[in-house]
């Protein structure tokens, strides 16, 4: 790959969830990807169900095209809080995000009660520093934690920041309001979206999990929210669609993808450039 910009580019397993994590690995590198994200406990039944648990054929064959590779994992998913007590289900996760190199696991949060959720999140960040692993909650436009102003609050547990530009766009914030809260974020997830919002709660969904558009696409300003934060912090595309890929193939779409994000970034960079 030709390195046009001191910004890394890597790509979160939600873009093609159905390819197998090993198998993911190798394609991102191949494609130019420089880190990937990885689902390490699953997060619907209806998806596919990876054991990625130490010891595992599969957490062998991840280890292994890591090396092969030279890829990092970035960044682990994902715990989606109920307000019940996950925490069997939580350190399960750190056990594997630790022993695949991540520095953080995701969290999206479920439920509306902020001084309960503060709670459980201080007992995340507490019970993640013996595995070296750091909460990130993601505001998600449908779920109860769904703007960057509820996750600087939890952020005074201790807990980092993982934005993302669908949800960001759907939640109507500004690139202002990210740069705000720029020293909790360790990297953001990008996609296109179509500008005319789902109506309904199930539309989000459906659209937040196989129908986001390629980063340079659509109607929400992918570049503006990455040109907001430092270079220094990574970009990874998060941009599953179902249709493309069932048609072209996983391939055809990360390449479609790594593509798209290489321009969205030097958008970004020409803007800073133009206006420094």
Excluded at 97 to 109: D, I, P, Y
Excluded at 191 to 204: D, K, M, S, V, Y
Excluded at 243 to 262: C, I, M, T
């Amino acid at each position: 790959m030709s390195k046009l910009s001191t910004r890394e580019l890597g790509v979160a397993p939600l873009s093609t969830l159905t390819t197998p994590p090993d198998e993911f690995i190798y394609l991102a590198h191949e494609v130019g990807f420089e880190f990937v994200g990885l689902r390490v406990i699953p997060v619907t039944p209806q998806e596919p169900q990876y054991d990625l648990s130490p010891g595992s054929k599969l957490h062998r064959k991840v280890t292994q095209a890591l090396e092969d590779t030279g890829l990092q994992v970035k960044d682990a998913e994902f715990i989606l809080l109920n307000g019940s007590d996950q925490r069997t289900e939580w350190m399960t996760a750190f056990e594997r995000a630790a022993s695949l190199g991540a520095r953080t696991l995701t969290v999206a949060v479920g439920i509306t009660d902020m001084a309960k959720t503060a709670e459980i999140v201080a007992q995340m960040v507490e019970a993640g520093k013996e595995f070296g692993i750091t909460p990130a909650i993601e505001p998600i436009s449908y779920q109860g934690v769904n703007n960057l102003d509820q996750a600087k609050q939890l952020a005074a547990t201790g807990s980092l920041i993982l934005p993302d530009t669908l949800h960001l766009h759907r939640g109507g914030m500004s690139p202002q309001q990210l740069a705000d809260v720029t020293s909790h974020i360790p990297l953001i997830q990008i996609c296109g979206a179509e500008a005319q919002r789902p109506a309904t709660r199930e539309g989000l969904v459906d659209e937040s999990r196989g129908a986001r558009l390629a980063p340079d696409e659509g109607a929400n300003d992918v570049a503006g929210f990455v040109r907001a934060l430092p270079r220094e912090i990574p970009v990874s595309v998060e941009s599953p669609n179902d249709s493309f890929v069932n048609e072209h193939g996983a391939k055809a779409w990360l390449e479609k993808l790594f593509r798209a994000g290489q321009a969205v970034i030097e958008a970004a960079d020409a803007a800073d450039t133009a206006n420094p």
